[in-house]
Every structure is written in C-alpha cells, then in structure tokens.
C-alpha cells in the first residue's frame, strides 16, 4: 500500500499558496472585466449617432464642423461612449440636459482624437454648474474667473464645469479659452500618476524632447506675464507646468496658425502628442 502524501507543514507555505491562488482568481476577473469594458465600448462607439445630438454638436461646437469626414464620425463615436461612461449631476439648481452632456463630452473628446482612447480613466463624475461657482480649497487644477471659478479637475476625483462658459468656450472656436479643454487636458495629464505638465507619453525617450520644447517656452511665457505682455498662450498658464499645458493644449485646437507661427517647435510636440493637426482642418471639411 503506497505511503500517504506528505504535506509541507509550514505555514508560511500555505499562507503564499493561498495567496497566490487568490490573486490569481482576482487577476483573472479583472482580465474578463477589461475585456467586457473593451467590447462595451466599441459597441457603443459603432453605435448611431442620435440625429438630435448631431444637431446640437453643429450648433453649439463649430470646431466639429470643421474637420474631416473621418474625424467626425470618429468623434461621434467618442461622444457616445463619454456620455455611456461619465455621470453627470447639475449643481445650484441646473439640470442636466442632453444639450449640456453632448457639448462637453464633444470637446472633451476632441482630445482623444486619433489617440487611444481610455475615457480619462480614474473618475466618473462631472458636476455642472448653471455659471462661475465658489469652493474652498480646489483641485490640481482651476480655471478662476476674478474671484469664481469656471472650472476645475481634481486629482483621482470629479471634474467641475461651469455650464455657461463651456458653452461659450465652445461656440468661440478663436478666442482661447475653452474650460473644457482646459480642465480634461488636466485628466490627461493626471493617466501617469503626476499632474505636473508632462502627459503619458508613447515611450521614455519622449520625455526629453517634451521637456526641451516645454521649459523653455514656460519660463519665457512666465517673464511675459511679470512684464504684462501677451502671448498665444493663456497667462494663466504661467501658473505652473501643469497650468502651461493645459493652457497650451487649448491654444493648440483655437489657435494653431498663431501657435505654429509663435512656438514651432512647440507646436510640433503638442501636434506628435494628440495625434492630429487642427492646421488641417478646413471648413468645408
């Protein structure tokens, strides 16, 4: 009669078996997890875009108008998954509107153009409000309006919007402010840990050209803004790094002829980045 398995007697053993076979069972839902959200998403992305949120995209975002066929369709499909994706909840009284969902997730998803969309992971909600709104304390970053804020994101946390100026930022496709753009280039900026200018780049040796072209140019718009002289770029972006590319990223989309002319080297940078060119962009499309 053959002997009886011996079994390790440390518990030590035991303990890092278990362990193992746990976190291999909670490895394994995560994988079916991220390939339901997968499939999800280009469901949803191949879905039809309602006719109504077509309108309301022409009328309240002309930046769509004008670009390319491939784009816009590609836009919309970004746009039906945002809205899928993020909840929205109306502050001071506003309720939220179709017309208020798709004209943020329109511009927000104008960043993920051409990209490998991840949705801003890490938050789901955005608070609206009907105009400029006041809190204590704040997120990484705010866009402040004299002593109201318009918008502002926070780190592994909601993002705030005020409804009136994201709608004008919206319309005004030229004048460089888009709280939207703003305030979501924030959300990019954040997919690597550190809100601090420098986005999730394709690999490392990236982040040496990014920091060349950047620095640069930050502290020269930051002698500028002591000296009261305008550039391009918001001053607001001479807040800090973080500030600087937001800001940046808002006048690559409304500004590009100014910004190429200006800041070439930047502008390829933001251009190898976002994977588009608004220099390309007519109004015909």
């Not at 303990?15 to 949803?44: E, K, Q, S, Y």
């Not at 208020?100 to 998803?109: K, L, Y």
């Not at 496709?173 to 780049?201: S, W």
Request: charged share 30%.
């Amino acid at each position: 009669m053959p002997a009886p398995l011996a079994l390790p007697a440390d518990k030590g053993f035991w303990i890092l078996a278990v362990a193992g076979a746990v976190g291999l069972v909670v490895i394994t839902i995560l994988l079916i997890l991220r390939r339901a959200r997968g499939v999800r998403r280009r469901r949803l992305f191949a879905a039809r875009f309602p006719d109504e949120w077509r309108r309301l995209t022409e009328k309240n975002v002309p930046m769509y108008c004008r670009m390319p066929r491939e784009l816009r369709a590609e836009l919309e499909g970004h746009v039906n998954v945002f809205v899928a994706e993020k909840e929205f909840t109306g502050c001071a009284g506003l309720e939220i509107s179709d017309e208020i969902r798709v004209t943020i997730a329109a511009q927000a998803c104008i960043l993920l153009l051409g990209r490998e969309a991840h949705y801003f992971p890490g938050f789901t909600s955005i608070f609206v409000y009907p105009t400029g709104y006041f809190a204590e304390g704040g997120g990484e970053g705010g866009v402040v309006d004299d002593e109201s804020r318009l918008g502002e994101s926070w780190k592994g946390g909601p993002l705030v919007l005020s409804w009136r100026d994201a709608l004008h930022g919206a319309r005004d496709v030229r004048d460089g402010h888009n709280v939207v753009m703003h305030e979501f280039a924030h959300k990019l900026d954040e997919e690597d840990g550190d809100v601090d200018g420098a986005p999730l780049l394709e690999n490392r040796s990236r982040y040496a050209a990014w920091a060349r072209a950047l620095l640069p140019e930050f502290e020269e718009l930051v002698e500028k803004t002591r000296r009261h002289k305008r550039d391009v770029v918001d001053e607001y972006g001479a807040t800090n790094l973080a500030e600087f590319f937001a800001e940046l990223t808002v006048a690559f989309f409304e500004k590009p002829q100014q910004l190429k002319k200006k800041h070439p080297e930047l502008y390829d940078q933001v251009r190898d980045f976002y994977k588009v060119d608004p220099l390309e962009w007519t109004a015909s499309g």
